[in-house]
């Protein structure tokens, strides 16, 4: 028997209680369908049970509008500055976040887990790997980040793919990198024209792109960027919103090279500046240079590179 909105709607509802995700020992709290939509092992120990609810769940999220998002990532645990040790106490954060009563924030919660378990059950089997929302995705992401200059700098070159026809905007939220937050110029140098600009969240701007003209489905558009900010944190990642299939990332380093670099691969937005999660070490070349690719890069994660002050 198929399993039902109902039946995975109740066990995420079990989840999102005392530390959400973070509860130990994780497994008692995922039920069998939910273990079936995030591809969860019997086997399977509290971090790799974590890393499966993560890698499942933040996509799903992600897709919600940014009230019912903000507060069923409250819930569960997944946004760092809400992981209080109880529920209630992430219910009291969301509410001032999104300047809302205890009460609101929960129904808004109890929305958001019916869509996500929808949208869970609708991709039988395709929860795993990143999936358009049907609008565009990007085919590939080219960025060049120098850090050698007054004010870094970044060029981004992106060739998107329409799924959808009619696709006259694009929204390119991407993580915030600058404090403060007007400290970030984006110049368009092709592909269209800056209409709109906005904080979503406190690590997160929104930009809309306005297309030269309508696509539609199956057309590619090439666009670029560049951007210029104060880094808020030692690192540079892309957290896509809408599927990537590849991301090529340039670094240029300053002459005092830092005293460590790591590789950030799918990790917690929220953790990308955490030096207690690991990477893999990456050694700049002769030129302090370090270039990074990535594949199939699921909507809500982190991708990029972090660094260590120089000695």
């Not at 069923?72 to 645990?77: D, E, G, I, W």
């Not at 600009?197 to 539609?216: F, H, T, V, W």
């Amino acid at each position: 028997m198929e399993p039902s909105s109902a039946e995975l709607v109740a066990e995420l509802k079990v989840l999102r209680k005392g530390r959400g995700v973070f509860t130990t020992p994780l497994a008692n709290r995922v039920g069998p369908v939910l273990r079936a939509v995030c591809g969860i092992p019997d086997t399977a120990e509290t971090v790799q049970i974590r890393e499966r609810l993560a890698h499942v769940l933040r996509p799903l999220a992600e897709a919600l509008p940014d009230d019912l998002r903000i507060a069923v990532l409250a819930a569960f645990a997944l946004h760092e500055p809400a992981r209080k040790p109880f529920y209630q106490d992430r219910v009291h954060w969301a509410a001032r976040e999104l300047d809302r009563d205890d009460r609101t924030i929960r129904r808004r919660i109890d929305d958001a887990i019916e869509h996500v378990a929808q949208l869970a059950l609708a991709r039988p089997g395709e929860t795993t790997a990143p999936v358009s929302d049907g609008s565009w995705h990007t085919e590939i992401l080219h960025v060049t980040l120098a850090l050698d200059q007054a004010r870094p700098e970044a060029f981004e070159f992106r060739r998107i793919v329409a799924d959808a026809d009619e696709i006259a905007e694009l929204d390119l939220a991407f993580a915030a990198p600058a404090s403060p937050p007007h400290d970030l110029d984006v110049d368009v140098f092709h592909g269209g024209t800056l209409v709109r600009r906005e904080r979503e969240s406190n690590d997160r701007i929104g930009l809309a792109l306005q297309l030269p003209a309508p696509l539609p489905r199956g057309r590619k558009h090439d666009l670029a960027l560049r951007f210029r900010a104060a880094l808020r944190h030692p690192h540079y990642v892309c957290v896509p919103r809408h599927p990537v299939d590849r991301f090529d990332l340039h670094v240029r380093f300053p002459p005092a090279p830092p005293s460590e670099i790591v590789r950030l691969d799918r990790v917690f937005q929220d953790d990308a500046h955490n030096p207690a999660v690991p990477g893999a070490a990456v050694t700049p070349d002769g030129s302090g240079e370090v270039h990074l690719q990535f594949e199939h890069l699921a909507p809500g994660f982190a991708y990029g590179v972090r660094w260590s002050p120089a000695r």
